[in-house]
């Protein structure tokens, strides 16, 4: 049985994403899954009071197949200097091999999305042969924080040496990142388009924040971070005034200019599973990002939830996005923002338009997406049998 290791970017729990979509499609097809979270360190505990709770060296079970380990506390300071993360990554290593020993698992591939695990290869337990897939889903150099630039390009490009699959999630990864690995696959991100059609069922009821809010609704999933533009949902909340701003997510940046609009909800991160029903009461579904290093490399899973929900879609000028034009309402200022939103609103029930966006989510489901991850590491095994 195939046992996966998989370093991920994102906690299990939070956000879900790629690596939770895979990782749980895998496991429904009998692989088993350690779902590493990312660490946390002494600096961002003490920052941060509600990390200090967190479970630090468990491995727990999350499912049938599936488990998810919370690594020990990290020294931070790891993505300036190398000696500190191969010291974290030693720490981790050791955490695992304990964890993993006491439920008699045995590694047999590492999937990771993180540059810095390229120091914490080489203390696995991998199997002669066991390729490495590096799934890169973002531009790690781009992320701000207490990041060295040179140090972290420096383990991704060893990482892509390193790794026997080497995939990315977006076109402009790919222009970035293909010198590192000549064999590098595109595979976009996608949707779980059964779950989110389920925003179309007329028995679904709206959630109790959701339901009271004046019409129309104008919403948003994901990260309140420093990448929201929270220009562009100002303006189309000025130019709206009798409508609703919903921002579903968790908030790690300064929202005051938001909170302070009477039609601006934040109402904090809600569970995967109460996502849909938070789709069927918007009217038109916006991803408002600003245009910058980061989200140039980025493609929204949002986008695909949003098509699979039947939605609207109004969107900065994302690259990723742009090929969805004229299905997705394109906007490059908060002016044009918030024009694109009110001109979606007036066409949000056209019938040919809601067949348009159902029909593109299901060319972008997650099914599709793993099942060509899963061929390239089938491949790579042909060339490298596992001893």
């Known amino acids: 049985?195939?046992?996966?290791?998989?370093?991920?970017?994102?906690?299990?729990?939070?956000?879900?994403?790629?690596?939770?979509?895979?990782?749980?499609?895998?496991?429904?097809?009998?692989?088993?899954?350690?779902?590493?979270?990312?660490?946390?360190?002494?600096?961002?505990?003490?920052?941060?009071?509600?990390?200090?709770?967190?479970?630090?060296?468990?491995?727990?079970?999350?499912?049938?197949?599936?488990?998810?380990?919370?690594?020990?506390?990290?020294?931070?300071?790891?993505?300036?200097?190398?000696?500190?993360?191969?010291?974290?990554?030693?720490?981790l290593a050791a955490g695992l091999?304990?964890?993993?020993?006491?439920?008699?698992?045995?590694?047999?591939?590492?999937?990771?999305?993180?540059?810095?695990?390229?120091?914490?290869?080489?203390?696995?337990?991998?199997?002669?042969?066991?390729?490495?897939?590096?799934?890169?889903?973002?531009?790690?150099?781009a992320f701000p924080g207490l990041i060295n630039k040179k140090v972290v390009a420096?383990?991704?490009?060893?990482?892509?040496?390193?790794?026997?699959?080497?995939?990315?999630?977006?076109?402009?990864?790919?222009?970035?990142?293909?010198?590192?690995?000549?064999?590098?696959?595109?595979?976009?991100?996608?949707?779980?388009?059964?779950?989110?059609?389920?925003?179309?069922?007329?028995?679904?009821?709206?959630?109790?924040?959701?339901?009271?809010?004046?019409?129309?609704?104008?919403?948003?999933?994901?990260?309140?971070?420093?990448?929201?533009?929270?220009?562009?949902?100002?303006?189309?909340?000025?130019?709206?005034p009798g409508g609703s701003f919903v921002l579903v997510g968790p908030v790690d940046t300064d929202v005051s200019a938001l909170a302070s609009l009477p039609n601006v909800h934040l109402l904090g991160r809600r569970d995967y599973r109460e996502l849909p029903a938070y789709l069927k009461g918007f009217d038109v579904a916006t991803i408002p990002f600003k245009i910058n290093e980061l989200t140039r490399g980025v493609n929204p899973v949002k986008l695909y939830e949003y098509l699979a929900a039947g939605l609207p879609v109004v969107s900065a000028g994302l690259p990723e996005v742009l090929p969805f034009a004229p299905l997705v309402e394109i906007a490059e200022t908060p002016a044009a923002f918030a024009k694109a939103v009110a001109a979606a609103v007036r066409r949000k029930d056209n019938p040919a338009d809601l067949s348009a966006r159902l029909e593109t989510a299901r060319r972008h489901a997650w099914d599709a997406r793993a099942a060509v991850a899963s061929e390239a590491v089938d491949r790579a095994r042909k060339i490298s049998p596992v001893r």
């Open 154 to 240: 420096q383990m991704e490009a060893e990482l892509f040496r390193r790794a026997g699959v080497s995939l990315v999630s977006a076109e402009e990864l790919y222009r970035r990142k293909k010198s590192l690995a000549p064999g590098l696959i595109l595979v976009p991100n996608g949707a779980d388009t059964a779950h989110f059609a389920r925003a179309l069922d007329p028995s679904l009821p709206l959630p109790a924040d959701l339901a009271p809010l004046p019409r129309p609704v104008i919403g948003y999933v994901g990260a309140v971070s420093g990448w929201l533009d929270q220009e562009m949902v100002a303006a189309a909340a000025r130019a709206l």
């Open 97 to 141: 091999a304990g964890a993993l020993g006491q439920e008699g698992l045995k590694p047999t591939l590492c999937w990771t999305y993180l540059p810095n695990s390229v120091d914490l290869l080489p203390h696995l337990p991998l199997p002669g042969g066991a390729p490495v897939v590096y799934d890169c889903a973002d531009e790690h150099t």
């Open 1 to 91: 049985m195939e046992t996966i290791l998989c370093v991920a970017a994102a906690d299990w729990a939070g956000m879900w994403a790629r690596a939770q979509q895979f990782m749980t499609i895998f496991a429904e097809q009998g692989s088993r899954v350690v779902y590493v979270d990312p660490p946390v360190t002494v600096l961002s505990a003490f920052k941060n009071p509600a990390l200090r709770g967190r479970p630090a060296g468990v491995l727990r079970r999350a499912g049938e197949n599936l488990f998810v380990y919370s690594p020990p506390v990290f020294l931070p300071f790891g993505s300036m200097y190398r000696l500190v993360n191969r010291l974290n990554q030693r720490r």
